[in-house]
Every structure is written in structure tokens, then in C-alpha cells.
Antibody, heavy 119, light 112 residues
Framework: QLQLQESGPGLVKPSETLSLTCTVSGDSITSSPYYWAWIRQPPGKGLEWIGN???????YYNSSLKSRVTISVDTSKNQFSLRLTSVTDADTAVYYC???????????WGQGALVTVSS | DIVMTQTPLSSPVTLGQPASISCRSS???????????LNWLQQRPGQPPRLLIYKISNRFSGVPDRFSGSGAGTDFTLKISRVEAEDVGVYYC?????????FGQGTKLEIK
């Protein structure tokens, strides 16, 4: 059974870098035809797609974050990571990792990790 | 970016009664491959979102058949034939036809 688990610091200072890792079990992140994604949800608000990546290195980012975001992969650990630089209060959110099947969209989600930006 | 607009934003429903949520996109969601990638997610309180419906009307694995989706072009609907207590939560429409993926504001389903 596929499981995704986010991990990383729950508190980040303004102007610093947010880093999260998603560990995938029950499937390989090199499985075709799946993509893998990050999505976030500010407290009490709606969902925002951050970006997708394919294990070959192809990535797609939301242009609203593009200059600050990097998604990378460690196939040896079956993990992928999110890096968001120069964070502000507006980046406080629950961050989810998810699997993407192009035919069905975001079909499996992690439990989410709350990241608070505060000094 | 494609803007997704849901109505209503809140829907109080009596148990056993039907519920309906509408979603309108700012442009057509037809992909060049002939598919329309309009999906519906359910987020129960304190839980991550869960895929309910993909490509307008296809129920995802394990989704009860009281959930159904319909629509075309820019107008789509999620229907619950008989609401059960476990259906309480927020429902989002989302398009994965075009980057960036975008979501509706969410519709909160609650029991009267």
C-alpha cells in the first residue's frame, strides 16, 4: 500500500529556507507514469499547487513561487524534497506531498506537515 | 492561470438528503489529448485531501457510488445522492489540464 510521509522542521525564521522531505513507501518514485507533487494549505484556507516533478528530472513549478522553489529527488532513498527560500509569514501552511497520475490527478496524499514561519 | 469557482461555499444538508456542488472554470478544461482533467477532492476535518472523482465522472478506487460527477466545458457538478455523516468536510474541484494546477475555494458540507 502506497504511503507518503512529510518530514522537516516545523518552525522556520523569516527570510530563511524551508526544507521538507517526502518519503515514499509501497511504490518506487521511479515508477512510470507517476509524477510527484508538493501542495500547500495555509491554516483555514484552500489548496495551492507548488510543483510537480518526474524522476528523470523534469519539473514544473507554480510561477507564483518559481523563483524561490526547488524540488529534488533522491532515488536511492525513495524520497523527494522541497526547498523554498526567503520565506515570509505568507508561507506558513500545511505542506503535502502527493502522487500524480496524469489521468487521474493527485491520487494519493501524505498526512501533511505544518510549517510555521516566525521569528 | 485557470480560476476555479465553486458554489455554494457552504452547504447544510439533512442526513439522507442529496447534495450538489457546482464548479465553474474560467476557461475550458479540454486537453489536447481529448480528455478533460476536472477532479474532485474531499477533505474531512483534520485529514489530508482525498481523490473522489477524476476526469469529470470517474469514481476513484474505494469511493462509494453515492458520489457522482458530471459536466463539460467549463461547468461541472459533484452530487451526493444521500448524504451520510462521514461525508462532512470540505470539497474541492481541481483542474490538472494545464499548469499551474488550480483548485476551487472549497465547499464546506455540514449536517443540519
Amino acid at each position: 500500500q502506497l504511503q507518503l510521509q512529510e518530514s522537516g522542521p516545523g518552525l522556520v525564521k523569516p527570510s530563511e529556507t524551508l526544507s521538507l522531505t517526502c518519503t515514499v513507501s509501497g511504490d518506487s518514485i521511479t515508477s512510470s507514469p507517476y509524477y510527484w507533487a508538493w501542495i500547500r494549505q495555509p491554516p483555514g484556507k484552500g489548496l495551492e499547487w507548488i510543483g510537480n516533478f518526474y524522476y528523470t528530472g523534469r519539473t514544473y513549478y507554480n510561477s507564483s513561487l518559481k523563483s524561490r522553489v526547488t524540488i529534488s529527488v533522491d532515488t536511492s532513498k525513495n524520497q523527494f524534497s522541497l526547498r523554498l527560500t526567503s520565506v515570509t509569514d505568507a508561507d506558513t501552511a500545511v505542506y503535502y506531498c502527493a502522487r500524480v497520475l496524469l489521468g487521474s490527478g493527485l491520487d494519493s496524499w501524505g498526512q501533511g506537515a505544518l510549517v510555521t514561519v516566525s521569528s | 492561470d485557470i480560476v476555479m469557482t465553486q458554489t455554494p461555499l457552504s452547504s447544510p444538508v439533512t442526513l439522507g438528503q442529496p447534495a450538489s456542488i457546482s464548479c465553474r472554470s474560467s476557461q475550458g478544461l479540454g486537453h489536447s489529448d481529448g480528455n478533460t482533467y476536472l477532479n474532485w477532492l474531499q477533505q474531512r476535518p483534520g485529514q489530508p485531501p482525498r481523490l473522489l472523482i477524476y476526469k469529470i465522472s470517474n469514481r476513484f478506487s474505494g469511493v462509494p457510488d453515492r458520489f457522482s460527477g458530471s459536466g463539460a466545458g467549463t461547468d461541472f457538478t459533484l452530487k451526493i445522492s444521500r448524504v451520510e455523516a462521514e461525508d462532512v468536510g470540505v470539497y474541492y474541484c481541481t483542474q490538472t489540464t494545464q499548469f499551474p494546477y488550480t483548485f476551487g475555494q472549497g465547499t464546506k458540507l455540514e449536517i443540519k
